[in-house]
């Protein structure tokens, strides 16, 4: 059955007690120094629906003071030295495991008894879902077994006021994540009950050991991008003996988790707010086959720059075949592919890969079997474009096609470059979840575009339109190329030169303020130096006049002072 995006409403599955099982499922409970919810657990699993012979328990103890204990019939492994944690001990159960299906459960979790069965009707109608039991939080004083065994679990355990609200809402907001898009559906994944095609868990990489917390939020990313689609099941009843540590201290949870989930879940792009910064798992993984060592430098130059800065770019090319034997280094055939190696051998973002390497996006990551480690888990980008050398792309036109692909939820964006007579040239942005998935379902004799397509829908659009061209004529530049001003850019600069020209004004009004202070200043002396000698000529008529009639001394008339 062929599922789009994430609407898993269209498996026909059966009522629970109305159908023919079949398929073996290993349920895997880590645990630590737990005996008394464990056997719990064991009690609650030894009463299931689902048929006893179908199921088999594996027990990872992970480094308990004191070994474990569990019934007969149930396998308890010591985890392998080496390391510790819950990721590290549902590995080693995964490794165990024989089940078509592992059903990986927290040793706090007492399942209802049609919990295993809720889990794997799904499985039965599809190889590629991962399904996600429902918590009921309780405090309630534990039980016994013999009393899970045997009593009703609504009587066993009260139900705390503590719910998953951020994911109960995320589920509904969504109609059961049916309509959710393909870089949320995984948001959800917590580990504590959730059951995986074992092929599928195994396929994806296992789980990243290095991590201590974290690792299911790590985990649903990766099968997202394997393919998986994720169904959040009411019916798969559980209780979580206590509360978990996300509810008892959600902010020191989250600082500690921040920087890893950071590093591995390029999703969350609001802990990726540094630009400067680079990480374990790219967003984008761009693939560039060697041309001419022009032609693949200007494609790769353009690429790196970017506004997307977690992008990596792996160059494909026939390295091996270059020999250190003496040659004319001018006349060399191979010449070119040394410049596109000596150009980019040593930058951390470009990697150079041999045709016959797992490329990105082309293959499962850890199809081969291989888990358990980050160097086998791998760092798997959920974009990956690939692009002609030869070709430039704008400072957003990465960041404008994964907008698009995510607005439509699409599979892929084939960006038109140009028609030759050859055909049509064009760059492709792929989603490596629909890939893979395409991959998986596609039957011999259909095209894996045809399964994208039906899927999750492959779109056209014009090249030039978002941003790529042809390389200049000369490349590389002598100058240091400018970036392409975005339009944030455009208004700062033209609030700046709206800036400059007011602080002109200002400066001219303040040199005719200063004109003006020094004119008024000029008068001012002027019209004193008037007045002075007003006077002194007044003085000088009334010395005259008085002499003329013969008066020797007078009164001095009323006047501005002198």
């Known amino acids: 059955m062929r599922i789009r995006h994430n609407d898993y409403g269209v498996l026909p599955v059966p009522e629970l007690g109305s159908w023919e099982p079949a398929l073996r499922v290993s349920v895997v409970i880590p645990a630590h120094d737990c005996q008394r919810t464990l056997d719990l657990t064991l009690a609650?699993?030894?009463?299931?629906?689902?048929?006893?012979?179908?199921?088999?328990?594996?027990?990872?103890?992970?480094?308990?003071?004191?070994?474990?204990?569990?019934?007969?019939?149930?396998?308890?492994?010591?985890?392998?030295?080496?390391?510790?944690?819950?990721?590290?001990?549902?590995?080693?159960?995964?490794?165990?495991?024989?089940?078509?299906?592992?059903?990986?459960?927290?040793?706090?979790i007492v399942p209802h008894p049609q919990h295993v069965e809720a889990h794997l009707r799904w499985h039965h109608q599809a190889d590629y879902v991962v399904v996600l039991g429902w918590l009921d939080f309780t405090d309630s004083p534990l039980p016994t077994p013999e009393e899970v065994a045997r009593k009703p679990y609504d009587e066993l355990f009260r139900?705390?006021?503590q719910r998953h609200d951020w994911a109960e809402a995320l589920i509904e907001a969504h109609d059961g994540l049916r309509k959710a898009p393909s870089s949320l559906a995984g948001h959800v994944h917590v580990g504590a009950s959730a059951s995986y095609p074992t092929w599928l868990l195994r396929a994806?990489?296992?789980?990243?050991?290095?991590?201590?917390?974290?690792?299911?939020?790590?985990?649903?990313?990766?099968?997202?991008?394997?393919?998986?689609?994720?169904?959040?099941?009411?019916?798969?009843?559980a209780w979580h003996v206590g509360l978990p540590t996300a509810m008892r201290d959600y902010p020191a949870l989250k600082r500690h988790n921040d920087p890893y989930v950071a590093d591995r879940v390029?999703?969350?792009?609001?802990?990726?707010?540094?630009?400067?910064?680079?990480?374990?798992?790219?967003?984008?993984?761009?693939?560039?086959?060697?041309?001419?060592?022009?032609?693949?430098?200007?494609?790769?130059?353009?690429?790196?720059?970017?506004?997307?800065?977690?992008l990596r770019v792996t160059v494909?090319?026939?390295?091996?075949?270059?020999?250190?034997?003496?040659?004319?280094?001018?006349?060399?055939?191979?010449?070119?592919?040394?410049?596109?190696?000596?150009?980019?051998?040593?930058?951390?973002?470009?990697?150079?890969?041999?045709?016959?390497?797992?490329?990105?996006?082309?293959?499962?990551?850890?199809?081969?079997?291989?888990?358990?480690?980050?160097?086998?888990?791998?760092?798997?980008?959920?974009f990956v474009l690939r692009c002609p050398a030869g070709w430039t792309a704008g400072a957003d036109t990465v960041a404008r096609l994964v907008e698009r692909l995510e607005e439509t939820d699409g599979g892929v964006l084939c960006a038109v470059l140009e028609?030759?007579?050859?055909g049509v040239m064009t760059a492709r942005l792929e989603r490596t979840a629909a890939l893979s998935r395409a991959r998986h379902l596609a039957q011999p004799d259909e095209h894996v575009d045809d399964v994208v397509h039906e899927l999750f829908g492959v779109e056209w659009v014009d090249g030039p339109g978002y941003?790529?061209?042809?390389?200049?004529?000369?490349?590389?530049?002598?100058?240091?190329?400018?970036?392409?001003?975005?339009?944030?850019?455009?208004?700062?600069?033209?609030?700046?030169?709206?800036?400059?020209?007011?602080?002109?004004?200002?400066?001219?009004?303040?040199?005719?303020?200063?004109?003006?202070?020094?004119?008024?200043?000029?008068?001012?002396?002027?019209?004193?130096n008037w007045r002075r000698e007003a006077v002194r000529r007044e003085r000088t008529v009334f010395r005259r006049a008085a002499r003329k009639i013969g008066l020797t001394s007078f009164v001095r008339r009323p006047g501005p002072s002198s």
């Open 204 to 237: 994806a990489g296992g789980l990243d050991v290095s991590l201590v917390l974290a690792e299911d939020t790590e985990l649903g990313y990766r099968l997202t991008q394997a393919g998986a689609v994720f169904v959040p099941d009411p019916a798969a009843r």
């Open 316 to 382: 494909v090319g026939p390295w091996g075949s270059l020999g250190r034997e003496r040659r004319s280094p001018l006349r060399d055939p191979d010449l070119d592919l040394r410049l596109v190696r000596a150009a980019f051998e040593h930058d951390p973002r470009v990697r150079l890969a041999a045709p016959d390497e797992p490329l990105p996006g082309e293959a499962l990551p850890g199809k081969a079997g291989g888990a358990g480690t980050v160097g086998t888990v791998g760092a798997v980008a959920p």
């Open 44 to 108: 609650a699993l030894s009463a299931q629906t689902y048929p006893r012979e179908l199921i088999e328990v594996v027990v990872v103890d992970d480094g308990s003071p004191q070994p474990l204990r569990a019934p007969a019939g149930v396998t308890v492994l010591r985890a392998p030295s080496g390391g510790w944690g819950r990721a590290w001990a549902v590995q080693a159960g995964l490794d165990a495991a024989s089940g078509e299906v592992t059903l990986v459960l927290d040793a706090d």
């Open 266 to 310: 390029p999703y969350r792009r609001y802990l990726r707010t540094d630009p400067g910064r680079q990480w374990l798992v790219p967003y984008v993984e761009a693939v560039v086959h060697a041309a001419g060592y022009e032609d693949v430098r200007a494609t790769v130059d353009s690429l790196l720059a970017s506004s997307v800065p977690d």
């Open 419 to 422: 028609e030759t007579r050859e």
């Open 159 to 161: 139900l705390a006021p």
């Open 467 to 528: 941003g790529f061209a042809r390389r200049p004529k000369v490349y590389p530049p002598r100058r240091r190329r400018q970036p392409e001003p975005t339009p944030q850019d455009k208004e700062l600069a033209r609030l700046r030169k709206r800036n400059a020209a007011l602080q002109a004004e200002v400066a001219r009004l303040r040199r005719e303020a200063a004109k003006g202070k020094r004119d008024t200043e000029r008068w001012r002396a002027k019209a004193e």
